[in-house]
């Protein structure tokens, strides 16, 4: 779960990671009051789930109260990768000497967390990676030991930084890693992290925090943006479906994860791509196979459909009589493949070939199939 900037940084603050002074607002006008408060610079910031702000022209200083009505209003509607705002944070501006970057994340090849410091802040860290991965210094935590002294020391050995501000960073490295650890993040990141004066303080906050440890955190509940959903992915779990959209053209449905996996990876192999991941489960019914069937043609970049059932407590002729149903209530405009085996098949088949509908025998020739009738696809 992605969380927004101002809801991470209310998180840094509850943990003792120093954030600037701001409100967030959706109306315009009530940048002028805020601005008030301050009496001073603001920096007025647009809250969607992408990074890139910055250079999207979604991040503007403001140093009357009416720049900071006119920056919220330019920013309030905006699209930045596709996302519209809704949303501006408008903060006290910092002055900065300095811009680190610090983060936090899951490295899922090494199965292990690792922390990150750089001198190149407020720069994308991808880039600095592939650029100057030189200027970038991490450690990697070993899962059942705590983080070491000697690992902040390197992190920040080679910053110019004095004394004392070494200090303060080493102590926010600690803090950041622990509130890592006690949110259940896969990522935490502060880019730029702004030495100001003396201080250090956190320009930026992204932080995403690890769906399957939901359920140990009820309190993060309100954090949640249904407005990122895909709307497909809401609908189908809401009905109870095991579905994830991809984007292709070609509806894939199937009983059991791994069978459905197999037929997206046969399907792709033969050129075509899959709209989606739908597993009906096993034993469904025959109103499961209608509305998964639905959902699927509910997809408008759905041209074509494969319905791989491979019949053990999945009844064939269930899933045939859920196939007809949904054809008897509206005529289907395109491509269908079945191939249906296992318990109750002669049944199955009986019930489609009255809806004139031949299932083929294999995997391979109903993937080739689907693909040869839809054409190939790049997406997916
Ligand atoms: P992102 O582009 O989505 O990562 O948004 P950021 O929050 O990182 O903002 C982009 C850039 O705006 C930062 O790298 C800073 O250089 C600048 N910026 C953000 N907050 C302030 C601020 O309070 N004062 C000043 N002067 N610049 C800021
Ligand atoms: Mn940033």
Redesign the pocket.
């Known amino acids: 779960m992605n969380i927004y900037?101002y809801q991470a940084k209310e998180l840094f603050r509850k943990h003792g990671i120093p954030v600037?002074e701001g409100s967030v607002i959706e109306s315009p006008p009530d940048a002028k009051s805020i601005y008030e408060r301050f009496g001073r610079k603001v920096?007025v910031?647009a809250q969607v789930h992408a990074?890139?702000?910055?250079?999207a022209g979604?991040?503007k200083?403001a140093s009357t109260p009416d720049e900071a009505v006119t920056a919220a209003k330019a920013i309030i509607g905006m699209k930045i990768k596709d996302l519209t705002v809704k949303k501006v944070l408008v903060?006290e501006?910092?002055a900065?000497d300095k811009?680190f970057y610090l983060g936090v994340v899951l490295d899922r090849e090494r199965a292990q967390n690792v922390i990150m410091v750089s001198s190149q802040g407020?720069m994308d860290i991808e880039e600095v990676a592939e650029k100057t991965p030189e200027a970038i210094c991490k450690a990697t935590l070993h899962p059942l030991l705590e983080l070491q002294e000697y690992q902040v020391k390197n992190l920040i050995y080679s910053l110019k930084l004095s004394d004392a501000e070494r200090c303060q960073l080493a102590a926010l490295i600690r803090k950041l890693y622990r509130f890592y650890c006690d949110i259940d993040a896969t990522l935490v990141e502060i880019?730029?992290l702004v030495l100001s004066g003396a201080s250090f303080i956190a320009?930026?906050g992204k932080v995403t925090i690890d769906d399957n440890a939901l359920f140990r955190h009820k309190d993060f509940e309100g954090l949640f943006d249904v407005a990122d959903d895909d709307p497909l992915e809401r609908e189908a779990h809401q009905k109870g479906l095991a579905y994830v959209h991809l984007g292709g053209n070609i509806g894939i449905i199937g009983n059991g994860a791994g069978l459905v996996m197999g037929t997206l990876d046969t399907v792709k192999q033969e050129g075509g791509a899959p709209a989606n991941f739908l597993d009906i489960g096993g034993g469904a019914s025959a109103s499961v196979m209608k509305s998964s069937l639905e959902i699927v043609l509910s997809d408008p970049q759905v041209k074509g459909i494969f319905i791989n059932i491979f019949g053990g407590i999945t009844r064939c002729d269930e899933v045939a009589k859920g196939i007809v149903g949904v054809m008897k209530e509206s005529a289907l405009k395109m491509p269908l493949v079945i191939k249906l085996c296992g318990t109750r098949e002669e049944e199955g088949r009986a019930i489609l070939k009255e809806a004139q509908l031949e299932p083929v025998t294999e995997v391979r020739e109903g993937a080739r199939k689907i693909v040869a009738l839809v054409g190939a696809g790049s997406r997916g």
């Not at 990074?51 to 250079?55: A, L, T």
Request: net charge negative; glycine share 22%.
């Open positions: 900037e600037p920096v910031k990074g890139g702000r910055g250079k979604g991040v200083l903060e501006a910092l900065i811009e407020g880019n730029p320009a930026d």
